[in-house]
């Protein structure tokens, strides 16, 4: 069964995105970097899925994709270096790796530090922005493959997989993950927004 898609400026889209939310389903959608899949960060039946697709073990976490730069202190904890780093970064093509708080879905967190994202893309700062609900995604591909940005190639590889697949324009390559619970921040990965950068240099 094919997923349902429409585009990221589809005006049913909202209501489409919370009834996933609040059931369970599975969604891919687009970002500033590459498309993700994911869901509700707290919902058990979307995580074991998308562990089930990714080959992906129980204690490796997912990123938290958030609409807005604000909402990143309901769960994590910054001081004021850390919110001077983060107001500089984000929105954008980052993963930054922060000291966690409670409230942090589970699914996010390894150790104490979270990984979130807010991707630079209209989707996050309207539709998403609206719901003011967080959600955890992972690229769409599957361990030791690079990440599928082709709607068409999604839909025949993962459609059983899917059950709201969102389209819109994507960068094409990965965030740069940086870990900011040290100072100077580290890069863990480099990506889109750091290409020339080397995995464990410092930034400067």
Known sequence: MNPHVVRFDDSNLPDLIAECLETGKTIVF??????????????????ARIRRLKRRPEGEP??????TVEGIEKFA????RLRREVRRLLPGAYTLLLPAREGAPPSAVKGNLVGIRVPDHPLFADVLGRLDRPVFGTSVNLPGEP??????????RFS????LLITGEVGGTPSTILDLSVDPPRIVRPGSAGDRLEPGDEMA
């Open 30 to 47: 687009p970002t500033d970097t590459v498309y993700g899949i994911g869901g509700n960060p707290w919902d058990e039946r979307t995580l």
């Open 62 to 67: 997912f990123t938290l994709h958030l609409s």
């Open 77 to 80: 904890r910054l001081n004021d």
């Open 147 to 156: 990440p599928i940005n082709d709607v068409s190639t999604i839909i025949e």
């Open 160 to 163: 059983r997989s899917i059950d």
